[in-house]
């Protein structure tokens, strides 16, 4: 067993420079995971870390059960590759390769077994008697993966390994690598920046930008449904081609108008389902499509209600295919072909685009607007007398909305949607997407959707929405949702007291962590003390802020605590959350009656979430 | 079109056969410059006739006597004891100083810590000062703790400023790519694996450089020998013993035999060069990274 567990890691080095923000991951036993960016992306400070070379500056690492933030590199059980294959010069082949054994003392006949099982396993086992210099970098690099695997360990780090080789011997390796991670059934962690290795090889990716995962995903999935416009054009040759657009909503049609151009494309809503709607109203989007997506052949363009004019710059021919180069408007385009004969420079011809496969983007935040998951359903609705009309559908709202009236927007999120309530709908379809399911449902005449953990099958369906998370504006009405978590400012401080932490008195000093909170003091608990003195060095943790961030659930009414005075009192129906204020914040406690007046509240703090103030970085 | 071109090369060729031989006739000069003073030093050790100077180099009378009299003849000069004295000394400081360089250097090029750039000018700046500016002070501390007049106090002497020598060795670890100390690390070594399989294997040109600089020192070295051997003729060292014989009242005596001392004492040197000459020279890097 051999899984990896990454949980909000971070490298910030000295200067203050984040080479790695808030990396999280479940990596399973025998996964093939490929790191892959532009250089500085941080993709090998993240493999450097778990490897132990480079210390965590925040986060929790673990491989198999144990977390190996503190362990040293030899005892992770990991081997590395390097980019530089990283021999020792005056040993021979024979040597590298045994040198981790022999560190380790075993039995000199065990060694000589292991070491001529790799060499056989990579076919040098005719160079074992020479010295590194007398090699190619191709057997090189072989040799340094006979040191890794010689040792069998539960986790290979591979550092851009076949960056150093030409072209034809990187591909062979390539399949020799993905060879050997079928005969070692061991997980494999690859960086490359080579896009094209990384979808070869990898069973899933993670694509790094300038320290942030952009998406980690398989292949499949990365090239059909990037998560933003670096993704769509960092994946895939030749590069997804881009253009600054609008999208207006007219009835069931979408118009498409490509900026700087005449070029209008009436894409059909049923392809845009996923798209909020206030994309829909003209606004600046960004629109991709690949280079095969789109077509040149006459009997496909002359077939196709989607088409351009493009003006051909130039053509290069490679062979069985062709990419034509040319512009539609302003903006550069590039499309695969086979029929390349027929097409010249400086022709204007009509390419027909597949709609299907197009991607849109935030023109400003890059990310896409159409996710896999939708996050939020935004529908127009009207409210009158207590009841939401969703385009013919009742709803009975719960006593905090009553005050609405009139006609407005609902945003709903998809995952506030349940099942098994007892609002009629039919479910029109369902998707996998993950471990999750999208349901298409249709409410009255509204279409939205919902994420659920199961399948649901097509049919007559009821709902239940979760009120505290929806946002209601109607009218001059306008109804926030509950905050999912809160966060408070504090601080930790250590004591020296005549008493344990649990308050019985001891005849000794002992040494006491409190957490100082809003103004109360807090016994605090093993884990955040624990986390807090091993993440941070002493002088640092005791004058940092902090800010814990707890769920509305995870704060409780007692007799002494952070005082706070109940401004009011929502009632969701099934839920009551009395709204305090504390300070300036004002924080959602959950209650089971109506409750006013100044009181006294106290966090579960064992379940809460901390993060430095000044750097923003989760510890917890 | 074709002749134009023949002339220019033509030209730049006696170019650059002037430039040669102008080159050639002033390293000529300037290594007679170099060299007489050794030949003058190598004639002058096995002249027979007696006296301090001649006017002709080449010796009259070719003698070993010299030689066999720096051994036979120590009533006066002890001359074997002051070359056991130097060679036990240069033992000593090589060994000693050769180890505080390479660990010192090697913390340093590897180790990041708190105050290393600040160790390292200073130590810089330091090493920039002559050493006889602390000669009294040092002489003082040695005498209160009773090591004036012995050879231990010279060695502690000559090896307390090793590590100011840290700047060549450390600049050689600094090209012995780190992936190979990662590597190792991974593997399973600890640092003292690390260093003495890995490194030190690969340091072989600078550890030859570092003992060779430790070796020479004693041997020409005068200031602090004389100063703390004052008085005792059995604790002096070759440089200091063979200035006793240069003294006015025994020059005349003793001219040809010092310059059979001088030639002596290059001897253990040269031998020691030319013993690790060869690893001075061999790339040991190659195949370590790409190549």
């Not at chain 1, 302003?330 to 072909?337: F, L, N």
């Not at chain 2, 050493?131 to 231990?152: H, R």
Request: proline share 5%.
């Amino acid at each position: 067993m051999a899984n990896l567990s990454l949980k909000h890691i971070y490298k910030v080095y000295p200067n203050g420079t984040k080479a790695v923000n808030d990396f999280n991951m479940e990596i399973a036993d025998r996964e093939f995971i490929v790191f892959v960016g532009p250089s500085g992306c941080g993709k090998s400070t993240m493999l450097r870390m778990i490897a132990g070379l480079e210390d965590i500056s925040a986060g929790e690492l673990s491989i198999g059960d144990t977390v190996v933030n503190d362990v040293e590199p030899k005892d992770r059980d990991i081997a590395m590759v390097f980019q530089n294959y990283a021999l020792y010069p005056h040993m021979t082949v024979y040597e590298n390769i045994a040198f981790g054994l022999r560190v380790r003392k075993l039995p000199k006949e065990e060694i000589h077994s292991r070491v001529v099982h790799a060499a056989e396993i990579l076919g040098i086992k005719d160079y074992l008697d020479k010295k590194p210099k007398e090699m190619s970098g191709g057997q090189r690099q072989r040799v340094s993966l006979g040191r890794a695997i010689v040792r069998d360990p539960k986790v290979m780090l591979l550092d851009e390994p076949l960056s150093n080789l030409d072209a034809k011997l990187r591909t062979q390796m390539r399949a020799e690598i993905l060879k050997l991670h079928t005969q070692l059934k061991t997980t494999f962690i690859y960086v490359t920046h080579d896009q094209v290795e990384a979808m070869t090889m990898g069973t899933r990716i993670v694509v790094m930008k300038g320290g942030f995962v952009q998406q980690i995903d398989t292949p499949r999935n990365l090239y059909r449904y990037p998560a933003n416009k670096f993704v769509a054009g960092f994946i895939g040759t030749p590069q997804m081609n881009f253009f600054d657009a609008t999208l207006t909503q007219a009835g069931d049609k979408a118009e498409l108008s490509f900026a700087g151009g005449e070029a209008v494309l009436q894409l059909p809503m049923e392809y845009l389902r996923k798209v909020r709607p206030r994309y829909l109203c003209g606004g600046a989007v960004c629109a991709g499509i690949r280079a095969e997506d789109i077509s040149l052949a006459p009997n496909v363009v002359a077939a196709s209600p989607y088409k351009v004019k493009m003006q051909i710059s130039h053509v290069e021919d490679l062979g069985d295919e062709s990419l034509v180069y040319g512009t539609v408007g302003e903006a550069r385009i590039i499309v695969k072909t086979t029929l390349s004969h027929e097409y010249r420079a400086g022709d204007v011809c009509e390419a027909a685009f597949n709609v299907k496969k197009m991607h849109f983007f935030d023109a400003e935040t890059e990310e896409t607007i159409a996710p896999r998951l939708p996050e939020v359903n935004e529908l127009a609705c009207s409210a009158h007398e207590g009841k939401l009309t969703l385009a013919g559908a009742e709803i009975a709202l719960p006593p905090a909305l009553q005050g609405a009236e009139g006609e407005g927007t609902l945003l709903l999120p998809t995952d506030a949607v349940g099942f098994g309530g007892d609002i009629p709908a039919v479910a029109t379809d369902c998707e996998q997407v993950g471990e999750k399911y999208l349901i298409g449902l249709e409410l009255g005449g509204a279409r939205l959707f919902a994420v659920s953990a199961r399948r649901i099958e097509a049919g007559a369906v009821k709902l239940a929405i979760d009120f505290k998370r929806v946002t209601l504006t109607v009218g001059e009405f306008r109804a926030e949702p509950l905050p999912d978590s809160i966060r408070l400012a504090g601080t930790f401080v250590k004591k020296k007291e005549r008493r344990n932490a649990s308050g019985e008195p001891s005849r000794k000093k002992m040494i006491n962590f409190y957490l100082d909170l809003a103004g109360a003091s807090f016994p605090a608990p093993e884990n955040i003390t624990r986390k807090l003195l091993s993440t941070l060095s002493p002088r640092a943790v005791f004058s940092a802020q902090f800010l814990f961030e707890f769920t509305p659930y995870a704060l409780t009414f007692g007799e002494a605590g952070i005082a706070g005075e109940v401004l009011s009192v929502v009632d969701y129906g099934a839920e009551q959350f009395a709204l305090v204020r504390v300070g300036e914040e004002t924080v959602p406690v959950l209650c089971e009656r109506p409750i006013s007046g100044m009181v006294c509240l106290v966090p579960v703090l064992e379940q809460a979430g901390v993060c430095e103030a000044k750097s923003g970085i989760k510890l917890l | 079109m074709e002749g134009a071109k023949k002339k220019k090369f033509r030209s730049k060729r006696r170019a650059e056969r002037t430039a040669n031989a102008v080159g050639h006739i002033v390293l000529a000069v300037i290594s007679v410059i170099w060299v007489v003073p050794y030949l003058y030093l190598l004639l002058q050790s096995f002249r027979g006739e007696p006296g301090a100077y001649t006017s002709y180099l080449l010796p009259k009378e070719f003698t070993f006597e010299n030689y066999t009299k720096l051994f036979t003849d120590t009533k006066l000069f002890n001359f074997p004891q002051w070359y056991l004295n130097t060679f036990l000394t240069a033992l000593a400081v090589c060994v000693l100083q050769t180890v505080i360089v390479l660990a010192t250097s090697y913390a340093l090029s590897r180790l990041r810590f708190r105050g290393r750039k600040g160790i390292m000018n200073l130590l810089l700046v330091l090493g920039m000062f002559p050493g006889f500016m602390s000669m009294t002070a040092v002489y003082f501390v040695l005498k209160e703790i009773g090591l004036t007049q012995s050879l231990v106090g010279l060695i502690l002497i000559y090896v307390a400023s090793s590590a100011m020598q840290y700047y060549i060795c450390k600049g050689f670890f600094d090209t012995i790519p780190k992936s190979l100390d990662e590597a190792a690390k991974i593997d399973g070594a600890s640092r003292h694996t690390i260093f003495f399989k890995i490194i030190l294997p690969l340091a072989k040109p600078i550890i030859v450089y570092t003992v060779l600089q430790a070796f020479l020192m004693p041997w020409g070295e005068y200031m602090f020998s004389s100063l703390l051997m004052l008085g005792d003729q059995s604790k002096f060292n070759v440089a200091n013993g063979l200035r006793q014989m240069l003294q006015r009242e025994n020059i005349a005596e003793y001219f040809t035999r010092f310059c059979a001392g001088a030639v002596l004492v290059s001897v253990p040197i040269a031998a020691l060069f030319i013993w690790l000459q060869k690893y001075y020279v061999e790339g040991v890097t190659g195949g370590a990274v790409k190549g």
